[in-house]
């Protein structure tokens, strides 16, 4: 068990519509990383963020948007879903986001775009 | 371009015997991190092992051990004494310096045979 909580584990949706993926990182880390996992892209980086502020972005669509709230849970938005949206999305968290601290993964939630 | 290669797609290992992944990178910075994670069948992603560029000794964690050779720009993952629990995904990443976002490979899976 890694101590990162990721809700749902699974989520099945149309095309068009909007979901949240929630993150809880492990005790005492600050920092946030949202990954996605697809078959055709492999595992590709989408956002990070540290103490509630956006710290680096990566091959986030516009139509994604994620948070960090003062508890330091995280939210990523994926609105007008495409097929193609669907994937394996983890999140990660680490103490406070260097270079050298491995991050700590969580299960991550399978969506189906149908 | 590319950062991270893994050459091997697929391997196979008989259980008990060690086995090496390989894995180069491709970086100009001279600070960055280099990990291994696990990805078994269930889903989840394992950190495995950690190497940071400055380190003079190659890392070990139990029955994982990092072959680095920094001016080949190579960071292989060995597990000896394989056992069945080790068939998986195996991912191999980087984050360098300057980068806010770490970069995987596009894996190697592993199979081990009784």
């Known amino acids: 068990d890694s101590g990162v909580t990721q809700t749902p584990k699974h989520l099945i949706t149309a095309t068009g519509q909007r979901v949240t993926l929630r993150c809880s990182p492990r005790?005492?880390?600050?920092?946030v990383y949202w990954y996605q996992q697809s078959l055709d892209q492999g595992l590709q980086f989408l956002i990070q963020?540290?103490?509630?502020?956006?710290?680096a972005k990566g091959n986030i669509l516009e139509r994604f948007s994620a948070q960090q709230f003062p508890d330091l849970h995280s939210e990523l938005n994926l609105s007008s879903l495409e097929l193609g949206d669907s994937a394996l999305y983890f999140c990660?968290?680490?103490?406070?986001?260097?270079?050298?601290?491995?991050?700590?993964f969580g299960d991550g939630t399978r969506l189906s775009i149908l | 371009a590319q950062k991270i290669t893994q050459t091997q797609p697929g391997m196979f290992v008989q259980e008990k015997e060690a086995v090496t992944l390989d894995c180069t990178y491709d970086?100009?910075?001279?600070?960055?991190?280099l990990f291994w994670y696990k990805q078994p069948s269930s889903g989840e992603m394992i950190f495995l092992i950690y190497q940071g560029s400055y380190d003079e000794q190659n890392a070990t964690e139990g029955r994982y051990s990092l072959n680095f050779q920094k001016a080949r720009k190579s960071a292989n993952l060995v597990i000896s004494a394989s056992q069945l629990g080790d068939s998986a995904m195996y991912f191999c990443a980087m984050r360098e310096g300057r980068a806010k976002d770490m970069r995987f490979g596009a894996g190697t899976r592993l199979t081990v045979k009784p």
């Open positions: 963020y540290y103490n509630g502020e956006e710290r």
């Open positions: 005790s005492g880390d600050l920092s």
């Open positions: 990660a968290s680490s103490p406070t986001g260097e270079v050298g601290q491995p991050q700590h």
């Open positions: 970086t100009s910075d001279q600070s960055y991190g």
